[in-house]
């Protein structure tokens, strides 16, 4: 039997510190999160859990980016054939402004990249990204 890592409520399951906000002690509210509702960590910074590929499939995402009049979503993450793609599909169905930060999701592909290329999907670098909010 394999050992548990990632166990909700305990340190397994924490963000490391590199994913907190800036000086940050925040925890993980997991009884919140598990209800599918978002936490607040910082002044704009929010975080959820999501139960499927797709960031925005059964979560309150959407509403809130609404309710904060949001036209943009930048992705990046693990795994592009799963979640980052999923996620940038949903977005896209409910249109939104898709960015995809290709240097900071791991397993793209150049087919998959051309695809989204074609579909209006903005592909940039983190440099580029960083460069675009200044």
Not at 91 to 100: G, H, K, P, T
Request: hydrophobic share 35%; aromatic share 6%.
């Amino acid at each position: 039997m394999g050992k548990k890592l990632v166990i909700t409520g305990t340190q397994g399951a924490e963000l490391v510190d590199e994913l907190k906000p800036s000086n940050s002690k925040v925890k993980l509210d997991t009884e919140l999160l598990l209800k599918g509702r978002l936490q607040q960590v910082a002044n704009r910074e929010w975080m959820m859990y999501k139960p499927r590929w797709g960031a925005f499939y059964s979560t309150p995402l959407e509403k809130h980016l609404r309710d904060l009049h949001t036209n943009t979503v930048v992705i990046c993450g693990c795994n592009f054939p799963n979640c980052p793609r999923t996620t940038v599909y949903e977005a896209s169905e409910r249109d939104f402004r898709v960015v995809l930060i290709k240097d900071a999701t791991s397993n793209v592909y150049e087919r998959g990249l051309h695809e989204l290329d074609k579909i209006g999907v903005e592909l940039m670098t983190s440099d580029d990204c960083i460069a675009a909010l200044k």
